[in-house]
């Protein structure tokens, strides 16, 4: 599978392009468009347990749907429900990743996709706890609100992330979640920043610059009730 991204970085559309065949699995509801000829499945995939489990704690769809394409080869769109960007991670079998809860879209047929606690730093951190493990072969097509920015950290290289911003992590990296503002809690409401994520390298962690959580808030504010 090829990615090319388009109409980045406000409101990208991901193009899967695919070898004569080739499946590609994406999240229920992801696709925006398909070359002819282009088949779909859509199941529990791993089965009745494993789709409950990526929706109910992972906040994702039970079904995942397979596109393969005919013998000539074809190609799958698709986009993130929020504005912003998207972008190709590749996943190696030494090299698996974390994807927060709404950031995958899509992946090549080479790559599993499963539920996955994320600890209780994801849990008080506001990201639900479980969110999705990617392991295997192959490339996995975030959808983030906003841009996409990425640090690749060295061995000891350190960055701190508010919580809401984090879309995925190398599982290899070492984390921890604490105040903004160590050990004031109120300083840390007042700065507006409740929690962080302190991440340490080697490794490579992947952040969108809106926060979805804040945004939905924002938002509610405005309604009736709000």
């Known amino acids: ?32 468009a398909h070359s002819a000829g282009i088949r779909l499945e859509a199941k529990a995939e791993g089965g009745l347990v494993a789709g409950l489990k990526r929706k109910v704690l992972a906040g994702e769809s039970f079904y995942i749907t397979t596109y393969t394409a005919p013998d000539n080869g074809g190609w799958v769109d698709v ?14 079998a030494d ?3 974390f994807i927060n809860r709404g950031g995958w ?18 849990l008080f951190g506001g ?3 479980f969110g999705l493990r990617a392991h295997g072969q192959g490339d996995v097509v975030l959808g983030v609100f906003g841009a996409i920015d990425v640090f690749d ?14 879309v995925a992590y190398d599982l290899s990296m070492s984390f921890s979640m604490r105040r903004a503002v160590q050990g004031r809690s109120i300083q840390s409401m007042k700065s507006g920043e409740g929690f962080v994520f302190d991440f340490v390298g080697p490794g490579r962690v992947l952040l969108q610059t809106r926060n979805p959580g804040a945004f939905a808030n924002w938002v509610g504010s405005f309604t009736p009730g709000g």
């Open 1 to 32: 599978m090829q990615v090319q991204l388009r109409h980045n970085p406000s409101s990208t559309v991901a193009r899967c392009f695919l070898a004569p065949g080739e499946p590609v699995r994406v999240e229920s509801g992801a696709m925006v």
């Open 79 to 92: 986009a993130s429900v929020l504005p912003g960007d998207a972008f190709a991670l590749p996943v190696t």
């Open 95 to 97: 090299r698996p990743y």
């Open 105 to 122: 879209l899509a992946s090549s047929h080479g790559v599993q996709i499963e539920s996955k606690w994320g600890g209780m730093a994801n």
């Open 127 to 129: 990201e639900g706890g």
């Open 153 to 166: 950290l060295a061995a000891g290289d350190a960055v701190t992330i508010d919580t809401g911003h984090v």
